[in-house]
């Protein structure tokens, strides 16, 4: 017999392991063997766990193995904001509620929400997200990179006070020419930074308040760094009619007309679409988020009108986002529910969005979406070793008959037991191993009276019952 081979980690006795690699291949009584930070070995217990010795060896007799969920659109700084914009649409939500509260946030309230963001994220699975950007990278970057995650990170950029839609906080508004050195900046500092965990990426947060020398000017910063581009669009049926009233045509066709509609483009929401525009979509192949809990919290939609599945169908790389905490939940495995569910129920139609596709999109496509599908999104020898352990014994997973079936239909976030990223854990037995939660949770509380403090909470906080 030959001598066995050394890796640092030995994951034995996985009941059932969902690679999600090239072939989809899903093992029953799997192991992994890791080394170095990567997957060295992936397979049959049986055969791997005689050919691999590692220092350290995990059993993991009962559980579900998947790859680290990659979250593609997620405000860190908007971790406070929960249960602050309820029942808004969509001008009232960005104008009464979040800009408002974002132009309120200070760099050490940001350092709070970004650390509440990266305990709700590894508590449910999520090893790397795609930030849109704030005005405090440098408390955000601090918070994540604390607790060991991968981000991308971006500076939020808005040059136009003024839109169809209202004013934003004098706070918010920027210079063009301040909005591209501090983006520029932000590459210089970050790019590839925190052991090669920190991305950055370009980010114009939305299309109204932009202006096309904006645009332009952060397009060529991200093809300098062949970084990304980021957006949000088409969020609501408001977004785009005041694109139509202030340029004369929707926002798909303006990034289209500026020629930056390209793959390294992320797009977020794309719900509200004209005909021409979901040919555009189709030809250029942006990334496109999906963001389920976003939209039906307040109804914005996107799922109702949305083409995202006909788009996943034409080979655009479309995948899923959590948003914000402010429409409640964070965390990934909800967003896979409503979004296979959420497609179904609108277009009357169990064909339409089966549970693999919202599987690939939290990890294939959305590592694709952050410009890391070489390195992440699947559990293949040679990646990079993110890996999510759920603890399948317990009610909600029982019985198991289809794993893919019972993570996106049944699970939450919550059953989730150990998380690594790069072969190192950063949750074990539910609870995060650089930092600590419960100080954490001593700043929120905190944090939160602050925060209040600052708003007018009866305008923004709707309590209908009485509170004694
Ligand atoms: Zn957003």
């Given at each position: 017999m030959s001598?066995?081979?050394?890796?640092?980690?030995?994951?034995?006795?996985?009941?059932?392991?969902?690679?999600?690699?090239?072939?989809?291949?899903?093992?029953?009584?799997?192991?992994?063997?890791?080394?170095?930070?990567?997957?060295?070995?992936?397979?049959?217990?049986?055969?791997?766990?005689?050919?691999?010795?590692?220092g350290r060896t995990l059993d993991a007799r009962g559980a579900v193995a998947t790859p680290g969920f990659v979250d593609n659109h997620l405000h860190s700084s908007f971790q406070m904001s929960r249960g602050l914009a309820d029942e808004a649409n969509a001008q009232s939500f960005l104008f009464d509620h979040m800009y408002p509260y974002e132009g309120a946030m200070t760099g050490e309230d940001v350092y709070v929400s970004a650390s509440l963001a990266a305990v709700e994220l590894l508590r449910h699975g999520v090893t790397c997200f795609i930030d849109p950007g704030n005005y405090h990278p440098e408390a955000t970057v601090k918070a994540i990179a604390a607790s060991g995650m991968r981000m991308v990170i971006a500076r939020s950029s808005f040059d136009k006070t003024k839109s169809v839609m209202g004013l934003l906080p004098e706070r918010m508004i920027e210079t063009t020419a301040h909005c591209l050195e501090s983006t520029e900046a932000l590459f210089e500092r970050y790019h590839g930074g925190h052991d090669g965990r920190l991305a950055a990426s370009a980010s114009f947060r939305g299309l109204n308040n932009a202006s096309d020398e904006l645009i332009l000017g952060l397009k060529a910063i991200a093809d300098k760094h062949g970084a990304t581009l980021q957006t949000h669009a088409c969020f609501s049926y408001s977004t785009h009619d005041s694109s139509v009233a202030q340029y004369g045509k929707p926002e798909i066709e303006r990034l289209e007309s500026l020629g930056v509609l390209d793959e390294r483009m992320l797009v977020v929401?794309?719900?509200?679409?004209?005909?021409?525009?979901?040919?555009?979509?189709?030809?250029?192949k942006p990334t496109l988020v999906c963001a389920p809990s976003s939209s039906i919290h307040n109804g914005y939609g996107n799922l109702a009108v949305g083409m995202l599945p006909e788009l996943m169908a034409l080979g655009v790389n479309v995948t899923l986002?959590?948003?914000?905490?402010?429409s409640g939940s964070v965390d990934?495995?909800?967003?896979?529910?409503?979004?296979?569910?959420?497609?179904?129920?609108?277009?009357?139609?169990?064909?339409?969005?089966?549970?693999?596709?919202?599987?690939?999109?939290?990890?294939?496509?959305?590592?694709?979406g952050a410009g890391l599908a070489d390195r992440i999104g699947s559990i293949e020898v040679g990646k990079e070793a993110d890996l999510v352990l759920f603890d399948a014994t317990v009610s909600e997973w029982q019985p198991l008959y289809n794993p893919v079936s019972n993570l996106v239909y049944s699970a939450t976030g919550n059953t989730v037991k150990h998380v690594f990223v790069a072969g190192e854990q950063l949750v074990r037995d539910g609870r995060l191993t650089r930092i600590d939660?419960?100080?954490?949770?001593?700043?929120?509380?905190?944090?939160?009276?602050?925060?209040?403090?600052?708003?007018?909470?009866?305008?923004?906080?709707?309590?209908?019952?009485?509170?004694?």
């Open positions: 001598t066995a081979r050394e890796a640092d980690l030995l994951v034995r006795g996985i009941d059932w392991l969902i690679t999600v690699d090239a072939g989809r291949r899903v093992i029953r009584d799997a192991a992994i063997a890791v080394k170095d930070g990567k997957f060295a070995a992936v397979g049959k217990a049986a055969e791997l766990e005689g050919e691999w010795r590692a929401h794309s719900g509200w679409l004209e005909p021409h525009e979901v040919a555009l979509l189709a030809r250029r986002g959590s948003d914000h905490a402010c990934m495995v909800q967003e896979m529910r409503y979004c296979a569910c959420g497609y179904k129920e609108v277009r009357i139609n169990p064909r339409v969005m089966p549970p693999e596709h919202a599987l690939e999109m939290a990890t294939v496509n959305g590592a694709r939660q419960e100080e954490i949770m001593r700043e929120v509380r905190a944090t939160a009276m602050r925060i209040a403090d600052r708003l007018d909470m009866k305008k923004i906080v709707k309590l209908r019952w009485p509170v004694e």
